[in-house]
Every structure is written in C-alpha cells, then in structure tokens.
C-alpha cells in the first residue's frame, strides 16, 4: 500500500500556524515602530522651523536696551567693555549719543553672528545625531526581523493545486474612501455533475424531515478539482452573524493599509467577534470600519455623510464582483447600546427607501470569501493567516462540549470526525441557521468550501438538520476521493 503524501500531524499544523500569527504580529510591530520614526522626523522638522523663524525674526545685534534721554539729549549706554586704552587697560566708557552708538565697530556685530551661526550649526548637528539614531534602530528591527524569521515547513492546504488569479496590490496610501477588497475577481471555478449530485442529496436530505427548500442555500467548493455546484446559491438571504466574516476582512484591510492602528482592545473585539460572535464587539468593530456610530435620528447633511461611511462597507466588495452584496447594518441585541433591535438613525436607515437597507449575502458569496482566505489571497497571505488562527475550531468534543456556547453543535462540524481541519463561522437568529465551513481531511487529499444557509424559523429549530447534511456531504466527497484514486491506480 502506497504511504499518503506529506502526512502531518495536529500539532505541527498548530504550531506552524502560531509562527504564522506571530509573524504577522512581528510586522504590525515594524510598521509601528516606522510610524513613530515618522512622529519624530516631523517633530524635528517643526522645531527646527520655529528655530529658523526665530533667527530670522531676532535682530543681528544682543537685544536692545531700554535708552533714556537726559536733559542734554544724550542717550546713556552701558559701560564698553571692549573699549581699551593706549596702555592696555580698561579705561571707562563714556556716554555715546544715539549717533555715536551706531558708528561702533563693525567686529562687534560680526563677533554676535559669528556667535549665533556657531549656535545653530550645533542644534543642527544634533539634530541630524537624533534622525540617524532613530534610522539606525528601525533598520536594525527590520534586518533582524528579515534575517530570523520563523522557517514554516510547507503544508497541503487548501492553496494545493491551485492558481488564484493576480490580486490588486494593497497601496499604504489608500484612504477608507477608495480603499476596495484586493482580490478583484473570483476563482474560475468548473461546474461539475458529481459534486452536483453531491448538493442535490443535501436538497432531498432536507425535504425529508419536512423542511421547505424554499429558503434553503448551498455552496459547494470542490478545492482539489476546482469545480463548484449549488442549489439556489445565488439568492440573496440575511446573513445573521455570517456577515461578521465580512467585517473581518474589512478590518484587516485597513489595519493592512494603516487607516487603523493595532491595538489590544480592537484585537480582543476581533476575537470576540469571530470565536465568540459576540454582538457587542462586532458592534465596536463595525464603528471602527465605519467610522459612524449608533445613536437618535439625525437629519441633513449631517445624516448623508454618516450614511455614506455605511455604505463603503458595500462598495468595498461591490468593486470586487460581489454583486448585489449589502453589509452595512449592525446584527442585534446590542447589550452595551441597550438596543434589542434597530433604533434611531438605524431605523431611520431602514425605513427611509421603499426597499429597506438590510445585510443580505448570497452563499456563493460566502463561499467565495471563505475560499479566498484559505488561499492566503484576502488582504495580504500574513493577514489571511491571522483570519484562519480565528476561525479555526477544535471539532474534539472533549473540547467543544465543555463550551455552552460553542459553534459545533447543531452545525456542520458536529458530525466531522475529531481529527478534521475544520473551520467556519456560523450564524443564527431566531429565524434562520446559515454556516460557512472550509473543510479537509487528515491526509489533506479532500479539502472543500461548503456553505449552508436555512433562512426559515424551521430550519433554526432543527439543531439536526446541518449536522446530517455536512455528514452526508463529506462521506461522498472521501467516497469520491477513493474512486478517483483507485482509477488512477489501474491506469497506471
């Protein structure tokens, strides 16, 4: 029996993952340190302006002194010091008029210059000392960090046999307002009638526990073959906390393109968001993409422009082919606003068309996100890595069960055997049960991008309905894995 190709083990995986993290967190620390240079530099130049100012503003000569006017009309002057007599000493001044004080020598003058200019050589000296040692430190940081970074020993992953197509570059000059999702267009992924008999079974497993098909979603991702099927995939539906894989991408877009700073709080509302779906971070996070907040209504120019900043959130991905997307509504309760529901300007936003502003995704959407993740193409491959660190769920239900609140139960990864890899995030209102899932197998021979929306209230009170269908959906994809191979063996 031929030995499976590259095997590796959990614990390997996580590790090499957890470099991957710190890597990333490794550059976020440079370009902090290279943002502070730039402080300095500019704080310097400031300084050195107001000295320049000042030496162009002060006079050639030492301040003048208060001059009084005697009776005689003469005006009195300290004591010249540099007034010496014949015999070489020190002989007192006398009182000097205004007029003979302006024929003193002109060595006096010269010497204050001289004096001055002497100065600010100096300042300026110290100056160009201070910009060389803040350079030397930041090249030092980057030549250590390029010259120790973490070996990451390859792995099968979703990215084998693929070739996503050339993303946009991501260019640090970009502002949220023409700031746009890099990959510009999706993966030219080939329909294919198996893996559609695959999604069809998923379709009639559903109708057989009385569940209506009308509201129901799939997308099915073949990673291997790069082949695609689906059932109703294309129909936009509310997300529920799906969208939350959304902000996520939009958020590390900008900590990419510095129009945010890292920051501890900010990365603990990212986790919150992802591993715990957490309503109250998400709703901190959708601030900072946004850069609007929730409060009463508001009117005129005032409430254009904070629908605008909404509304990049759609443009961001529009301009990528996401077609028809809208993710530009909070999800709701939010416990720290007090708000069970939309209020406010949020109403306001809904209310104010015929056609109410409401986050709707389609599941080829979600998909296609998903699948761009894992290939290291969102945003940048260090920050792709950091979105997979979030996402990734330990499917060992020794872990799991011990969470009351966990994401496996009742969704796609309840129903996986422990050692799969397995990633999502799910999504659940009173009124509908969505899931999006990368999945691969132990050997990394089956791996695929499977999306699930049921945007019915019978499909979110079935806790058993995504478990069968991810169950049902892996057995045939190992099964068509073995077929493939045991041709490839009698051909050879």
């Known amino acids: 029996m031929q030995p499976s190709l590259n095997p590796r083990s959990e614990s390997t995986n996580a590790q090499a993952i957890a470099l991957k993290v710190k890597l990333a967190r490794a550059d976020r620390t440079i370009a902090r340190l290279i943002a502070e240079q730039a402080q300095l530099r500019a704080q310097i130049a400031r300084l050195q302006r107001r000295q320049a100012s000042a030496q162009a503003s002060a006079s050639p000569r030492r301040s003048k002194r208060p001059v009084?006017?005697?009776?005689s009309k003469q005006a009195y002057s300290p004591p010249n010091r540099l007034t010496l007599a014949q015999n070489?000493?020190?002989r007192p001044s006398q009182p000097v008029t205004l007029r003979q004080r302006s024929r003193q020598p002109v060595s006096l003058v010269s010497n204050l210059v001289q004096r001055r200019t002497q100065r600010s050589w100096r300042l300026r000296l110290f100056d160009q000392v201070i910009l060389v040692s803040v350079g030397l430190v930041v090249a030092t940081l980057v030549v250590t960090h390029r010259v120790y970074k973490p070996v990451v020993p390859p792995q099968r992953t979703a990215q084998s046999n693929q070739q996503i197509q050339p993303t946009a570059p991501i260019h640090p000059s970009q502002t949220i307002e023409d700031l746009v999702y890099n990959v510009q267009s999706p993966q030219p992924l080939a329909p294919d009638a198996a893996l559609q008999t695959i999604v069809d079974g998923a379709v009639a497993l559903a109708a057989s526990q009385s569940l209506s098909t009308e509201p129901l979603s799939i997308t099915l991702i073949d990673l291997k073959a790069n082949t695609i099927a689906g059932y109703q995939k294309e129909i936009p539906r509310y997300p529920a906390s799906v969208?939350?894989?959304?902000?996520?991408?939009v958020c590390e877009a900008q900590l990419e393109n510095g129009i945010l700073q890292p920051d501890p709080a900010?990365?603990?509302?990212?986790?919150?968001?992802i591993v715990h779906s957490d309503n109250d971070?998400?709703?901190?996070i959708f601030d900072h993409i946004t850069q609007t907040t929730s409060g009463g209504q508001i009117s005129g120019e005032e409430y254009g422009m904070w629908l605008k900043r909404r509304l990049r959130l759609n443009q961001f991905f529009?301009?990528?082919?996401y077609d028809?997307?809208?993710?530009?509504?909070?999800?709701y309760p939010i416990y720290s606003l007090k708000l069970d529901a939309p209020d406010g300007r949020e109403l306001q936003m809904?209310?104010?068309q015929q056609q109410p502003i409401r986050s709707l995704i389609t599941s080829d959407q979600t998909a296609r996100l998903m699948h761009e993740i894992y290939a290291g193409k969102a945003v940048s491959a260090s920050r792709s890595q950091e979105m997979i660190a979030l996402l990734t769920r330990d499917l060992n239900p020794d872990t799991w069960k011990k969470q009351p609140d966990n994401s496996i139960a009742g969704f796609l990864g309840e129903s996986l055997p422990a050692d799969v890899r397995f990633a999502s995030k799910v999504g659940m209102t009173t009124k509908a049960r969505h899931e999006v899932a990368f999945i691969e197998s132990k050997d990394g021979k089956v791996a695929y991008i499977l999306a699930v929306f049921g945007a019915d209230p019978t499909y979110s009170q079935n806790s058993e309905i995504l478990p069968v269908i991810s169950n049902a959906v892996y057995t045939q994809m190992m099964e068509r894995n073995a077929q493939a191979g045991a041709i490839g063996k009698g051909e050879g």
């Open 350 to 352: 809904r209310d104010e």
């Open 68 to 71: 009084l006017v005697s009776n």
């Open 243 to 249: 969208v939350k894989l959304f902000w996520l991408v």
């Open 281 to 284: 971070a998400a709703s901190r």
């Open 88 to 90: 070489g000493k020190r």
């Open 318 to 321: 529009r301009a990528a082919g």
């Open 324 to 331: 028809g997307l809208s993710i530009s509504q909070k999800n």
């Open 266 to 273: 900010l990365n603990a509302d990212l986790n919150a968001m």
